[in-house]
Each structure stands twice: as structure tokens, then as C-alpha cells.
């Protein structure tokens, strides 16, 4: 069944979407902003933050970027109305960095100064290096106007023990992740085990340093290792919560992590762009796939 799962992984970018959707189903919350609410609010109810993020990057006009700003004020507004223990992340791309970097910077203060408005905190997601020194020069220069304002670094890059102690401070809300994004590697960590010791010497950092930490990883070991820093060294649970995404199996883990009183928060994707994501979350965890078949066999 193994062997199985990995193949039909492998061909599920060429089958039609309508095929597909069944086994994206675990991984995305709909394509609408009511059915996302929806489902942030059954994880708030089981004690779970939420991120909200609708899917997609690089737009290839300024309407397309103010079409996507106008969605994220919507979704902050929504989220502000149902009294939902959620944020939203956004790609910097998808607000038009890519096509003009004055225009990516304008969307996310303007989105910035709605979050304020509506007290909903925005995280500024990470994309590839080339846009890694302008996402953090971005980040500075909204989080002086909305202190609820995060963004994201990524372990897979050398340069990141270096930024996380230049981005060290009061305000400083940092997400860090291992990275997705096929980099050289002369700017890269490729070696998994190297990866997860970096990460461990970036949290280090940051938990010993003066921000709030949101230790993103599904790597089970890692967050052992993780845990164990923390319990060591009576870091207080107001100083991290530990995130996931939305549908990836994690066994009984996140409950145990609740029941030490940590948070935790699950990154929830949704929108029309769900396709390319869900093939991504299915190479990754062909596993799924047996479950979603045996289900709807017994349909």
C-alpha cells in the first residue's frame, strides 16, 4: 500500500482537479472566507489558535495585488466579528512585491493598520532568498505602526543565526520554519540532521533573547528537543507557542502539548489556489491518500 501511495503522489499533479480535491480536503479549508471561519472556529473551540492564509503568490498586476489586499482586509474584519482567537499570514509576493516592491510594501501596511484597527495580528510569511533582506526590511518599518505584526525565518538559510540576533527586540514576533524553497547550496543547509541543529540553535536564540517565538515543525524529534530546552530552562509559556499546519497527522502530539498549558496554533490555507498546495501535502504524506480512499469506498 506503500509503494502505492507514493505513486499515486507522484501523478497527482497531472489528473484533473476535480480528482484531486477528494485528498486535498484534509489540507484546505475550502476556497471561501466563510468556509475558513468555519473551520477556525471548530479549532478555537478545541483549543487551538489559528493563522489564516489564502493560497497563492506572485500576482502579475496591481489590480490582482489589490484584489488579494482587499480579501485580507475582508478576512480581518470577519475574523474580528466572530471574536476568533486567530491572526492571518500573508505572502508579500501576493501583494504585489514581486511586480513592484513600493506596492508590496504599501498592501501590507495598509492591511497592517486594518489588523490594528481590528486588533487581528498579521504574520509576514517568508518567501525565496531573493526576497529574504527586503520581506525583514518591510517587517521593520510596519511593526513600528502595529506591534501585532510577526514574520518568518527560515533554518535552511546560513544567514539566519545572524538575522534572528539583528531582529532581536520587544516587538519581535518570529516564526521559525526549516524553508520549502529550492535553494543553492551556497546559501543553503541541505543535510536534514544540520537543518534541525540549526533550527534548535536559532530557537535557542530567540527564546534566550527578548521576542516571542512560534516554533513551527512537525519534526517530532525537534520538538522533543525543543520541549526539553524549554522545561530546562523555565522559559514561561507567554514567550512561544508551537504552530502546525492544518491536516498534517501529528498522533496525539498537540493534545499533549495543550495539556502542558503550551499553545498552539495551526496555519490554515484556503482559496482558489489550493491545487499546487495540496499536491505539495500529498508528496509529502502519500499516507493519506489510503485513508481518503478507504472513505469514500465507503460512501
Known amino acids: 500500500m506503500a509503494i502505492t501511495n507514493s505513486l499515486?503522489?507522484?501523478?497527482?499533479?497531472?489528473?484533473?482537479?476535480?480528482?484531486?480535491?477528494?485528498?486535498?480536503?484534509?489540507?484546505?479549508?475550502?476556497?471561501?472566507?466563510?468556509?475558513?471561519?468555519?473551520?477556525?472556529?471548530?479549532?478555537?473551540?478545541?483549543?487551538?489558535?489559528?493563522?489564516?492564509?489564502?493560497?497563492?503568490?506572485?500576482?502579475?498586476?496591481?489590480?490582482?495585488?489589490?484584489?488579494?489586499?482587499?480579501?485580507?482586509?475582508?478576512?480581518?474584519?470577519?475574523?474580528?466579528?466572530?471574536?476568533?482567537?486567530?491572526?492571518?499570514?500573508?505572502?508579500?509576493?501576493?501583494?504585489?512585491?514581486?511586480?513592484?516592491?513600493?506596492?508590496?510594501?504599501?498592501?501590507?501596511?495598509?492591511?497592517?493598520l486594518i489588523g490594528k484597527e481590528n486588533n487581528v495580528g498579521i504574520t509576514i510569511d517568508m518567501e525565496n532568498s531573493h526576497y529574504t533582506s527586503k520581506t525583514f526590511e518591510i517587517y521593520k518599518n510596519a511593526v513600528l505602526n502595529n506591534e501585532e505584526l510577526g514574520t518568518v525565518i527560515q533554518a535552511y538559510l546560513y544567514r539566519s543565526i545572524d538575522d534572528i540576533k539583528d531582529l532581536d527586540s520587544t516587538l519581535l514576533n518570529l516564526r521559525i520554519c526549516k524553508g520549502i524553497?529550492?535553494?543553492?547550496?551556497?546559501?543553503?543547509?541541505?543535510?536534514?540532521?544540520?537543518?534541525?541543529?540549526?533550527?534548535?540553535?536559532?530557537?535557542?536564540?530567540?527564546?534566550?533573547?527578548?521576542?516571542?517565538?512560534?516554533?513551527?515543525?512537525?519534526?517530532l524529534t525537534l520538538i522533543d528537543r525543543l520541549e526539553s530546552f524549554i522545561e530546562k530552562n523555565s522559559i514561561s509559556p507567554h514567550r512561544f507557542e508551537f504552530q502546525m499546519l492544518y491536516g498534517v497527522p501529528m498522533g496525539n502530539k498537540l493534545e499533549k502539548l495543550k495539556r502542558k498549558g503550551y499553545k498552539v496554533r495551526i496555519y490554515v490555507p484556503f482559496g482558489k489556489s489550493w491545487f499546487e498546495y495540496s499536491v505539495r501535502r500529498l508528496k509529502e504524506n502519500p499516507k493519506i491518500i489510503s485513508y481518503v480512499l478507504k472513505n469514500l469506498f465507503k460512501k
Open 181 to 219: 524553497y529550492n535553494e543553492s547550496q551556497d546559501i543553503a543547509i541541505k543535510d536534514r540532521f544540520a537543518i534541525n541543529d540549526n533550527y534548535f540553535e536559532m530557537a535557542k536564540i530567540l527564546l534566550k533573547g527578548q521576542g516571542y517565538a512560534c516554533l513551527a515543525t512537525h519534526d
Open 8 to 112: 499515486l503522489a507522484t501523478i497527482m499533479p497531472y489528473l484533473p482537479k476535480e480528482l484531486v480535491r477528494p485528498f486535498a480536503k484534509p489540507y484546505v479549508a475550502g476556497e471561501s472566507i466563510d468556509s475558513v471561519i468555519k473551520t477556525a472556529k471548530k479549532l478555537n473551540d478545541n483549543g487551538f489558535s489559528t493563522t489564516l492564509d489564502i493560497l497563492g503568490e506572485f500576482v502579475n498586476s496591481k489590480d490582482e495585488a489589490n484584489k488579494i489586499k482587499d480579501s485580507y482586509s475582508e478576512l480581518i474584519k470577519k475574523i474580528a466579528l466572530e471574536k476568533l482567537d486567530s491572526t492571518i499570514s500573508v505572502k508579500l509576493t501576493h501583494l504585489g512585491l514581486g511586480i513592484d516592491p513600493n506596492l508590496g510594501e504599501k498592501n501590507i501596511h495598509s492591511l497592517s
